[in-house]
């Protein structure tokens, strides 16, 4: 599809879906280009609005405010919002029809995510809370050069079976130039099938995990195939998400694919936080957020690295005030060579995916299995554990949503997601222990741990 033709059905898309992203998106190629002081004005007028919202409309806030002695005109400058609590994930879970603004706006849905804290979450969204979050994206993948509509190929997980729905979506994202590549079953030889679609297909940039392009780059290589040639073919960029990038892998990404590699954070609990400009600064979508850190011990400000602490200004639908996300981040206002004012931030801690390696020799990635735990309700937290080749362990806390038979629908689905004939067990526990740095890792696999220390990523051959 030409770009011009297929940004034009994402924009008949957007307003189908009653979203105003274009205007939004417009309003931000302004901002980025205002003072601080500009900015900052904007964000206390958002979040004057945000609290008069919660106030008048969601009942979880209201209680808080009162208890607290906050009135929404109470907010004469940002330093007034540490005067609401902390709000942490349990409190958002259990509080969550308390917490809603079921009329703020259209086609009001309730997703769910389990990220990589491993802890699911439901929470409410809607068109204009989405519309918002995608001219964010939209901006940060101009900030590199790509421009909706430009063919991109998303690098990420897909369903095992295409339902009717998913079949719909396979021909939209056709059509809007934004085909998929599933980056959760990894093996040489869908390596190579998924290069020659690239390769036909001819992207402007591929977007996904990086533990997804460091694997393919790894088996390429190991192959013989060439991932440079998608550069000759007219792509400019990578772009990451989802799981931490740090310097050593974008090296391995860029030397392999050949190509500049540009990384984005968010939380989908707050949308898109940052994104990389050409220069690879990390810039926060300050008009959407504000942002704090705090010591996650002692719960003090640090105003550096530290908890990222967000507030969403953006979410009026379901208000997400001072919500800790569990990231270690650092936060700056160092001025960018691109003369962007937004600030910066740096992901310090969190966010990695590890591998299974099934006992065929297939490399499973580890949001692979967020995606099976949010399909099944009750699920409150997880952890996939490999041992010994053969043998997978999927550790469960559940709450009182979960199924009698969840158990066996969880084994099913890793089954299917796997297929191999390894042996699954599935055992429900009262908790699972975060990492010494406090983040939950989605798998713990010796096997994976093992290969990559005899050899870095190079999984056997596959019969």
């Not at 491993?118 to 068109?127: M, R």
């Not at 099938?193 to 694997?215: I, N, T």
Request: aromatic share 8%; net charge neutral; glycine share 8%.
């Amino acid at each position: 599809m030409l770009p011009i033709l297929a940004r034009t059905i994402f924009r008949i898309q957007e307003r189908l879906l009653g979203r105003k992203t274009f205007a939004f998106l417009k309003a931000l190629e302004e901002s980025q280009w205002w003072s601080r002081g500009q900015i900052e004005a904007l964000q206390l007028r958002r979040l004057r609005d945000l609290v008069s919202a919660a106030y008048e409309h969601t009942p979880y806030w209201r209680a808080v405010m009162d208890e607290r002695g906050i009135l929404p005109e109470d907010m004469e400058s940002l330093e007034d919002l540490k005067r609401f609590p902390l709000l942490e994930k349990p409190t958002l879970r259990a509080r969550r029809e308390e917490m809603v603004w079921c009329e703020e706006g259209p086609r009001l849905m309730l997703v769910r995510t389990s990220g990589s804290t491993n802890e699911a979450l439901q929470f409410y969204t809607n068109s204009n809370r989405e519309a918002e979050i995608n001219a964010a994206r939209i901006r940060g993948h101009r900030w590199v050069g790509i421009n909706k509509g430009d063919k991109e190929v998303f690098f990420w997980g897909s369903p095992v079976e295409l339902d009717t729905q998913g079949r719909i979506k396979q021909v939209r994202d056709y059509l809007v130039n934004e085909p998929l590549t599933n980056g959760f079953e990894i093996t040489p030889d869908r390596v190579a099938r998924a290069f020659e679609d690239w390769k036909r297909w001819r992207p402007k940039c591929v977007f996904g995990y990086p533990s997804s392009f460091v694997l393919m780059a790894d088996m390429a290589r190991k192959a013989g195939i060439d991932l440079t040639e998608i550069q000759r073919r007219g792509a400019e960029a990578i772009v990451t998400t989802s799981e931490m990038l740090g310097e050593v892998n974008r090296k391995i990404i860029s030397d392999a694919y050949g190509l500049p590699v540009f990384d984005s954070y968010g939380l989908r609990e707050a949308g898109l936080v940052a994104h990389e400009c050409d220069r690879r600064t990390m810039h926060t979508n300050d008009e959407h957020l504000i942002l704090e850190t705090i010591d996650p011990q002692t719960l003090e400000p640090t105003g550096g690295e530290g908890e990222l602490v967000v507030t969403s200004l953006i979410s009026r639908v379901m208000p997400v005030i001072r919500y800790r996300s569990g990231d270690i981040v650092t936060l700056s206002d160092e001025a960018c060579p691109c003369g962007r004012s937004l600030g910066r931030i740096e992901i310090s801690g969190g966010r990695i995916a590890d591998f299974v390696v099934t006992g065929d020799g297939k490399w499973v990635v580890g949001y692979s299995f967020i995606y099976i735990c949010r399909s099944v309700p009750g699920i409150v937290k997880f952890q996939v554990r490999q041992d010994r080749v053969g043998e997978i362990r999927v550790l469960l806390v559940t709450d009182e949503q979960f199924p009698p038979d969840g158990a066996e629908q969880v084994a099913a689905k890793v089954r299917a997601r796997l297929g191999s004939d390894d042996r699954i067990v599935v055992e429900r526990v009262d908790d699972i222990k975060p990492a010494p740095s406090g983040k939950y890792r989605p798998v713990v696999s010796k096997v994976a741990e093992e290969l990559r220390r005899s050899e870095r990523f190079d999984p056997p051959e596959i019969a």
